[in-house]
């Protein structure tokens, strides 16, 4: 429920600001209005740039709103666990935290070393994504009495 609300925040906020991506910034960096910049246009992320706004990140805004919840639900951030992922040549995979809130860290840096997120556009999703879930949490993921 947190994420789909998240997921709402993140496309509204898309919808609003209609920000451009690093690709745009990159490669036309001389289009900016300021003279001190210069394009990069051979400029390329690690990863298809999504053809919709930059900000804010869709994927930081659930993700904050998923590692959020979990640290409401269990009572506290503190919490080991792995994450096993399908994509090869990863370094360390499966990926062991000792937070929640640490995994949601990786998550704002990934979507900034991908090359498709300022990495403010991660940061104020991921406190959108809290938001939206500390709120949730407060009004309908109540214990039953």
Do not use: C
């Amino acid at each position: 429920m947190s994420i789909a609300d998240a997921a709402i925040t993140a496309w509204d906020t898309k919808r609003y600001w209609n920000f451009w991506r690093p690709i745009t910034a990159i490669r036309d960096g001389e289009k900016d209005g300021n003279f001190k910049t210069a394009g990069d246009p051979s400029w390329a992320p690690l990863i298809v740039t999504p053809n919709y706004p930059d900000y804010t990140s869709g994927a930081n805004n659930a993700s904050g709103a998923a590692t959020t919840t979990f640290a409401n639900f269990f009572g506290t951030d503190k919490m080991d666990f792995t994450i096993l992922s399908t994509i090869s040549g990863l370094t360390v995979n499966p990926r062991a935290y000792a937070r929640f809130s640490d995994a949601a860290d990786d998550i704002v840096d990934a979507r900034v070393y991908e090359g498709i997120h300022f990495r403010f556009a991660d940061v104020v999703a991921r406190r959108q994504g809290t938001h939206v879930a500390n709120w949730a949490f407060a009004h309908f993921l109540r214990p039953l009495h």
